[in-house]
């Protein structure tokens, strides 16, 4: 099973938006391209909001066969690990292997003389075609890179062969992921990587490292624009090196996990998988739920009401909403408006304040990330919540459709 050379990850917390999304990603395809929509959950979003791995496969056939999409689609166990891969085994085809926790973790002996004596070739001034300088590999920095990661590739391995024991070698895809850490992993540390994941026969067609800069959730990017450039670039290259040397998937690509809205290095990425003719697949997720309470706001009423109530209970709970992701929000708790002053706004003045558009007077990152991280205020409404979306599911589903076109995939594609 081959992932396409484009891919883009959707996430859908309320398991609402399956169509409104394919929507978007066919009518990018009307322009000539290809891209397969990957519908993805993490174990966290199925607790948070009591769904199941099966309820993700369920909504992605049922748009599919009812908007008639004829592409490849997947449904994606994101950021799965080795004690909570079961209940995904059945529903999904494409997994995350979330590594992160063990980079750093300490390798037998022997496993890191193996590896470092597989990479005896690479000892020197090793020439990546496309980057300026060598880079100068010793004994010493391998038996440093594997003592960071090789135990992360084992454990990558150890899920991958649980996943070929049930479901048949070739019959999912493997995406590597290290991207929930402090620090970035530099371009010739991920060449390793995949060295280390070939060396244990992990069939990566998707790598997720840790880029430099802030990934905030549902915001633009913080961070060294031109430094990421560079990397993102330099990890390109090291890829297709790591393919052709390594014996690794024609096919893999790297993994953004934007956290969502990364607009300002969009069509960095977009510029640069064009140069070298690559693939990509970037993942986003929570936006989606905030078009959900932009589009409840967009038809006022009682919708409005809810949306306004989304955000008291959110702003009266900050702290216990905001600190599960504090690693992955910056909110000026200044700059969120008050309960009061919210109520008294318009359906659009509440969806300017969130809607991610740049430069809008109205739009407040503060108030964005806040509404992001609260999707569990929303769940604990129940049927309230999951009603008034079904009821309003014509302006929801085009707000939703609209931003996964419009602000997503033209900077991507360059539509
Ligand atoms: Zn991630």
């Keep these: 099973m081959k992932l396409g050379k484009y891919s883009m990850g959707l996430g859908d917390r309320f398991s609402h938006q399956g169509e409104a999304q394919l929507r978007a990603i ?25 769904s199941y791995p099966a309820d993700v496969r369920k909504e992605a056939d049922a748009a599919v066969a009812a908007l008639g999409f004829t592409g490849k689609y997947f449904v994606d166990a994101d950021h799965i690990n080795f004690g909570n891969v079961a209940p995904f085994v059945e529903s999904s085809d494409f997994f995350t292997l979330d590594v992160a926790s063990f980079i750093g973790k300490e390798s037998k002996a022997e496993d890191i003389k193996f590896f470092v004596s597989s990479c005896d070739k690479y000892l020197g001034n090793l020439v990546i075609p496309g980057i300026e300088h060598p880079l100068l590999v010793t004994k010493d920095f391998l038996e ?30 493997t995406e590597v992921s290290m991207d929930e850490v402090e620090t970035p992993q530099t371009p010739i540390e991920l060449l390793f990587i995949l060295k280390m994941l070939a060396n244990k026969g992990v069939p990566a067609q998707t790598i997720a490292p840790k880029f430099t800069g802030r990934f905030n959730k549902g915001v633009d ?35 953004i996990h934007s956290g969502s809205d990364k607009f300002s290095i969009y069509p960095i990425m977009a510029q640069v998988i064009k140069k070298y003719d690559k693939g990509l697949h970037v993942k986003t997720a ?6 959900e309470v932009i589009g ?35 909110i000026d708790e200044s700059k969120l408006p008050s309960v ?6 318009t359906s659009e003045k509440f ?7 740049p430069g809008h007077p109205d739009y407040n990152p503060n ?34 459709e609209e931003n996964i076109y419009e602000r997503h995939l033209k900077r991507l594609f360059n539509l």
């Design 144 to 173: 440093k890179i594997a003592g960071k990661f090789l135990a992360a590739t084992q454990q990558a391995a150890d899920i991958y062969n649980f996943l070929k024991t049930e479901k048949g070698e070739g019959n999912f895809v």
């Design 221 to 255: 990017y913080t961070g060294n624009i031109d430094q990421f450039a560079k990397e993102f670039e330099e990890d390109v290259l090291v890829i297709d090196f790591a393919v052709k040397e390594f014996g690794l998937p024609e096919e893999l690509k790297l993994s």
């Design 26 to 50: 066919m009518k990018a395809n009307k322009s000539g391209l290809d891209i397969s929509p990957v519908w993805n959950k993490s174990n966290r979003e199925h607790t948070y909001v009591h």
């Design 367 to 400: 108030f964005r990330q806040l509404i992001h991280v609260a999707y569990k205020v929303a769940s604990e409404m129940g049927a309230t919540y999951n009603n008034l979306l079904e009821k309003y599911a014509d302006v929801i589903g085009s707000c939703v």
């Design 296 to 330: 409840l706001a967009v038809a006022g009423g009682e919708a409005l009401d809810l949306a306004k109530q989304i955000y008291a209970n959110s702003f009266n709970r900050k702290d216990e909403l905001c600190a599960p992701y504090a690693d992955v929000i910056d």
């Design 340 to 345: 009061e002053e919210v109520n008294a706004w």
């Design 286 to 291: 929570g936006t989606t739920w905030l078009e």
């Design 351 to 357: 969806a300017n304040t969130l809607r991610h558009i």
